[in-house]
DNA sequence: CCATGGATTGTCT
DNA sequence: GACAATCCATGGA
C-alpha cells in the first residue's frame, strides 16, 4: 500500500476507496473498517496554498509519503490525511469515510460514550463513522497523531488492501470555498457510509 | 428522510 | 477580527 501512496493523492485517492484501515491504539485495542470516500488535495491546490506557511500543525501536509497529517477544522474536530509525495511537494489525500468492521463496540463507545445497546438504531450505526470528523470519534485517533508514519508501530495505524467498489463515483470535495470546482472526491456509490452524496 | 442554520475555537492576518 | 477540509439540532415533507 505504501508503494501505490507515493505515486501522489490525485491516483492514489481513488484506489484507496476499498482498501482496509486498521489501527491498535495504546492499550492494545483494535479497530478497523473498509474506505468508502477519499479527497484528494494536490500541490498547488487553491485550497491548501494557504498552509505553505511553515506552521507545525500543517506541516505534515508536506511531509514524505506515508506520513500522516491531522488537519484540525473548525476549532473542535480533526480530519485524517496521508502524506502522498516527497517531502516538501505537498500533497496530501484525506480519508472522509469508513465502513466500519471489527471493533464496532469500541466506536460505539468513543463516539457516544455509552454502550452499544444491542439493537442499535440503523441511523445512530451510520452516524459513526460517516464523515472525516466522525471517523476520528470513532477510531479514537489523536492530534498527537500528526507526523507518524503509516505502518509504523509508534502510529498503531496502516492502510492494507481491500475490496474494490463495483461502482465508484467523482465529484467535488466537501465544505470548501476555495477550489470547489474541482472534481477531486471519490467514493463507493453501493456504501451507506458515504458522508454526502 | 432531506434541507437549513447555528455553534464553536484554534489559526492566520 | 475573520475564517474554516464540520457536526448536530431542528423543522418540515
Not at 12 to 25: C, K, N, R, S, T
Not at 63 to 83: E, K, P, Q, V
Not at 93 to 116: F, K, Q, T, V
Amino acid at each position: 500500500m505504501e508503494e501505490l501512496i507515493k505515486v501522489g493523492s490525485i491516483v492514489a485517492a481513488p484506489q484507496l476507496v476499498g482498501a482496509l484501515i486498521v489501527y491498535v491504539d495504546g492499550r492494545g485495542q483494535k479497530v478497523n473498517g473498509r474506505i468508502v470516500e477519499t479527497e484528494a488535495y494536490p500541490p498547488n491546490d487553491p485550497s491548501t496554498y494557504k498552509f505553505t506557511g511553515k506552521k507545525l500543525s500543517r506541516s505534515a501536509h508536506f511531509a514524505d509519503a506515508g506520513t500522516i497529517f491531522m488537519h484540525f477544522s473548525h476549532g473542535a474536530y480533526n480530519c485524517l490525511n496521508i502524506a502522498c509525495g516527497e517531502a516538501g511537494t505537498g500533497d496530501s489525500l484525506l480519508i472522509r469515510a469508513i465502513e466500519p468492521m471489527d471493533g464496532l463496540g469500541l466506536m460505539w463507545h468513543n463516539r457516544y460514550g455509552e454502550l452499544m445497546p444491542d439493537k442499535p438504531l440503523k441511523s445512530q450505526l451510520h452516524n459513526l463513522t460517516s464523515g472525516p470528523g466522525k471517523l476520528i470519534q470513532a477510531f479514537g485517533l489523536k492530534p498527537e497523531l500528526n507526523g507518524a508514519l503509516l505502518g509504523a508501530a509508534t502510529s498503531g495505524l496502516t492502510i492494507v488492501a481491500g475490496s474494490p467498489p463495483a461502482n465508484i463515483v467523482q465529484t467535488s470535495r466537501v465544505g470548501l470555498t476555495k477550489g470547489a470546482g474541482l472534481q477531486l472526491r471519490w467514493y463507493d456509490a453501493d456504501s451507506p457510509f458515504v458522508s454526502r452524496r
